[in-house]
Each structure stands twice: as structure tokens, then as C-alpha cells.
């Protein structure tokens, strides 16, 4: 079994697009949305949802009035300013445990509380495994982790774990990353993009995955893209394909249309292309690059 992670330094490049992409045109697969703080994977896939179960991924401080002397220890001594009055502010709270250390009377407790989802569904194009991080909850690159172990139980035969990695560098992107077997870096032409894409590139030299990278929208700025493709081979970074600015891959997603009509459309075409790179690359370690052109 083979993984494959898209993803990218920033949001709004067309990761998800582009993963939706690759989910049609891949064989059997099962495919994990990495993205648990803003999921939309699901919007596309259209999943029937099988298991559903609960994300304990933070806990809070819990205090038992009866044992409680009123003696504002707690108070003094937590420094995310989440107990005044003596009552502990659950949005505030980190669960350092610090409060429970402290108190005289063993009043306070740390329990854990549920901040999330997570989610094993069918699709049209196989097994689904995805999660919804509660607004403002902490615990986001555990529980990408939590998607990734959810999708590898359910897997059978299928060569493929295709995964919608979340965008930036920070936890969820690490927690995606790491153990995979190859990542797509989706860029775009702007200065922005061409930063990003640095970014999420020493990403994946440190945790030792290999990339290729594609640029999308690369017509909004060809002099933006041909900076990027200097950079790739700058860092011997295979450049797989550039797709194209596409109006109709926003009619396809307004009008609910299946993902397979993606790839009817001119970006859908380059992303088909992008295909065959990566699957060679991933399932027959040749390394390609996309055709010398302006």
C-alpha cells in the first residue's frame, strides 16, 4: 500500500479540486481528508456515513464545589487567565493541570472533553475516512492523525491511501505528512504561492518525503510561473504539470455535478496528465517532469 498526500503551503491553491481529481481517476483507493478544521472534501464525495465516533482530543479543568474552600489558589496561579471567581472558563482553560497541582483541598480535576468527530463513510469511489474539529479546539494534528489510523483499518487490498492534506505547515500538515510515501505540492502563481511552496518544500525534506509539484491557475501569471519552475529545478523538485485557469470547475462544483465531470473540463485534462506522473512515481519510482515549454 502506497500513500499519497496532496497538499500545499497555503490555502485556496486547488488542493481540493485536484484531490477530487485524482480520487476519479485512481483505481481502488481509500481516501482521508486531512483537512479536520475545515473539511470539504465531503461536499464532493457525497459520503454515506458507516462509524461515527467521538474525539476526546483536550482536556479541562472540572471543579467540585463541594471541596472547593474558596481559597483563590487556582486563580493566582493559572496563567491563561481561565478561572475568575473561582470558576473555571471553559474556553479559556488549556489543561495544563497547574490549577490541580495547586489546590489545597483536591477540588479540581482534569477530565477529557470532546472536541471533535471522526467519521468512516462509503462513496461512490470507496472507503472515506474524515473528522470535524469543533470551533476553536485544540488537538488538530492528533486528530489527523486519528483520520489517518481510521482510513489504514479500513483498508483491504486497495494500493492506494489518497489523502486531502490540510494547507500551511503547522501541526495538521506535519501529522499528514509524516510516513507517507509521497507528496503533491498544489502551487499558484502568485508571491504568495511561490513562498508557500518553499515552505511545505523544507517540510517535506525534513520528515525525508519525497515531492513533485504542479501549479494551477499558472495562466493568471506565466512570468509568476516560470519563477516557480526555476525554483523546482533550482531544488530538484519535479515539476508534473500546470493546469490552467478553468471557469467550469466552478459549475461543476455549483451545479453538484459527480467529480468524473472534473475531469471533462481543460483543468481536469491537466490534472489527468499530472496522474500519470504521479502514478509512476509512486508505484514505479520513475521520476518525470513535465515537457520544456513557456
Not at 36 to 47: I, R, T, Y
Not at 126 to 139: K, N, T, V
Request: glycine fraction near 10%; proline fraction near 5%; charge should be negative.
Amino acid at each position: 500500500m502506497r500513500q499519497l498526500v496532496i497538499t500545499s503551503g497555503k490555502g485556496g491553491t486547488g488542493k481540493t479540486t485536484v484531490t477530487a481529481s485524482l480520487v476519479a481517476l485512481a483505481g481502488e483507493k481509500v481516501v482521508a481528508d486531512a483537512d479536520v478544521e475545515a473539511p470539504n472534501q465531503h461536499l464532493l464525495l457525497n459520503p454515506q456515513i458507516m462509524e461515527k465516533g467521538e474525539y476526546k482530543g483536550a482536556k479541562m479543568a472540572i471543579k467540585d464545589p463541594k471541596k472547593c474552600e474558596q481559597c483563590g489558589k487556582c486563580e493566582e496561579y493559572c496563567r491563561f487567565n481561565a478561572i475568575k471567581d473561582m470558576e473555571v472558563d471553559p474556553t479559556g482553560c488549556e489543561g495544563c493541570g497547574v490549577c490541580v497541582f495547586v489546590c489545597p483541598t483536591g477540588a479540581l480535576r482534569l477530565e477529557e472533553v470532546t472536541t471533535g468527530v471522526t467519521m468512516v463513510s462509503k462513496t461512490d469511489y470507496g472507503s472515506f475516512s474524515h473528522a470535524l474539529l469543533e470551533i476553536g479546539a485544540e488537538g488538530s494534528g492528533k486528530l489527523v492523525t486519528e483520520v489517518r489510523r481510521n482510513a489504514e483499518k479500513i483498508l483491504q487490498d486497495e494500493p492506494l491511501l489518497l489523502i486531502d492534506g490540510p494547507p500551511g505547515i503547522g501541526c495538521p500538515v506535519i501529522a499528514s505528512l509524516t510516513g507517507t510515501d509521497l507528496a503533491l505540492i498544489v502551487s499558484e502563481p502568485s508571491v504568495s504561492g511561490r513562498h508557500d511552496l518553499e515552505r511545505i518544500h523544507q517540510v517535506t525534506q525534513h520528515f525525508g518525503v519525497d515531492a513533485l509539484a504542479c501549479i494551477n491557475k499558472w495562466d493568471l501569471s506565466p512570468e509568476m510561473s516560470k519563477d516557480i519552475k526555476k525554483y523546482c529545478e533550482d531544488k530538484g523538485v519535479n515539476l508534473v504539470g500546470k493546469i490552467p485557469f478553468d471557469p467550469e470547475v466552478m459549475d461543476v462544483y455549483k451545479q453538484g455535478l459527480p467529480v468524473e465531470r472534473l475531469l471533462k473540463t481543460k483543468a481536469g485534462e491537466a490534472i489527468e496528465e499530472i496522474w500519470d506522473h504521479v502514478r509512476e512515481h509512486l508505484f514505479n519510482n520513475k521520476k518525470s517532469n513535465i515537457k520544456e515549454e513557456d
